[in-house]
DNA sequence: TCCTCCCACAAAATCGATTTTTTTCGTTTT
DNA sequence: AAAACGAAAAAAATCGATTTTGTGGGAGGA
């Protein structure tokens, strides 16, 4: 028993749990490309693992809405459309709005402390940088902050849903906006958002939630490549 | 070109796929009991396949929430308790509500057609009948039917976040009401929905789909053991 | 020229065996 | 007696090889 650390999570994980992330980010920022073929062969080759670790990632995969299997003939990216694209943002605003709604009312005061601390880690992010690990430190913020904000709803397959839907936008948002500046204010929408919904204002958080996400899908729309 | 006969369905299926209807039937009956450890060598024997197919079959029950993977120690079928349900029914009361809304403001003639043949075949099936297979038949209506009350709503995705709440909540009805004699007036329901929906009465059809959705969800409630 | 059939090739799906990790259960230590 | 340990057994995870299925192209026939 001397000075022996304790570690603080033993990491328990698997090799198909790690595929899952690292697929996972190949898609979300494009380098595989909506639509594109999954040779099995190759993928395996390239990230140095067998076929049944793989499989398995890419059935999980499954669940967040970035790949599609066909029996008999692969796995595919996902594809991109403006109608999908729609449809995401409509259950993204219907979905967080109920959710926000119940967190609202069932939130506690750890609850508002957690947003907060989520609020200032996402602001410290410097969006514009173009550092791919900056960029990426912002992504990560920000899913933890809407996560947070909806984190007291009490709902457990609710909030699933939505980090799907999250998930989803996302993938547009950076593959279709990577060389578009970031709006300005959006920092201040974060902002006013937090507060609205900690001083249980749910009305002005709903509307600020649904500006938000709306604003953010019409300007993927717009540079999204027409069919 | 003689009397050759055009195969309907080319069946293009895999093992794996059959597998995943064979498994969700065993937990959807509760053969395979909420919470209950699933050992893949035992599985893998009793359904005579390999781990690989087996694997990939559990994986993809994880989309429809029926099982659950822990990292290391194998998957379980995921477990029930009166929390879930709750959020089940609430879910499903939201998601089918506005879906529904949706199909009403967007559905075509040949939809309504669609429905009403899905309710003949519905109200055809014995729900107080004994046997198995007609019981099946019964479930395999029912699904059918509420499907296709929402399948013009145009999004896909919502018609999928339906059918995986539907599908939860079927697996409860079917554990825990399995002694329980059918509702006298759930055919009637059905009817009355049908009409409201074709007859593009929105307020009624929402309505009497609450009450419907809710009513199953006390029915268990009243039985689910307590913890 | 166009269509159909057949073969070789590529890819997906499946299997059986091997490697890791967890669980179990007796044994020891405090 | 309770906690701690460790080796054996069980189970999960992974691998490499085999089988099955889809695909593309070319020969043969209309």
Redesign the interface.
């Known amino acids: 028993m001397s000075s022996t650390i304790i570690t603080p999570a033993p990491a328990?994980?698997?090799l198909s749990?790690t595929l899952v992330a690292r697929l996972r980010d190949s898609i979300m920022r494009g380098d595989l490309l909506p639509g594109s073929k999954l040779n099995l062969g190759r993928l395996r080759a390239a990230f140095g693992v067998s076929?049944?670790p793989l499989?398995?990632a890419l059935?999980?995969l499954?669940?967040d809405?970035l790949v599609a299997l066909i029996?008999?003939r692969g796995y595919r990216v996902t594809p991109v459309s403006a109608e999908?694209l729609t449809?995401?943002i409509?259950?993204r605003v219907?979905f967080e709005g109920?959710a926000i709604k119940e967190a609202i009312e069932h939130g506690d005061v750890a609850w508002e402390g957690r947003i907060l601390a989520a609020l200032h880690q996402l602001n410290r992010c410097k969006r514009g940088s173009r550092s791919t690990a900056e960029l990426e430190s912002w992504e990560v913020a920000h899913r933890a902050f809407h996560a947070e904000l909806i984190s007291a709803c009490g709902?457990?397959?609710?909030r699933q849903?939505c980090a799907t839907?999250h998930d989803q936008s996302d993938r547009y948002r950076r593959i279709f906006l990577k060389k578009h500046p970031p709006d300005r204010d959006v920092p201040a929408e974060h902002t006013a958002m937090a507060h609205a919904v900690i001083e249980r204002r749910t009305r002005d958080a709903s509307k600020i939630l649904r500006v938000h996400i709306e604003r953010t899908g019409r300007n993927i729309q717009a540079v999204l490549p027409r069919k």
């Open positions: 328990p994980t698997t749990s076929l049944s499989r398995e059935c999980r499954e669940n809405g029996d008999q999908n449809e995401i409509r259950l219907e109920l709902m457990p397959l609710l849903f839907l």
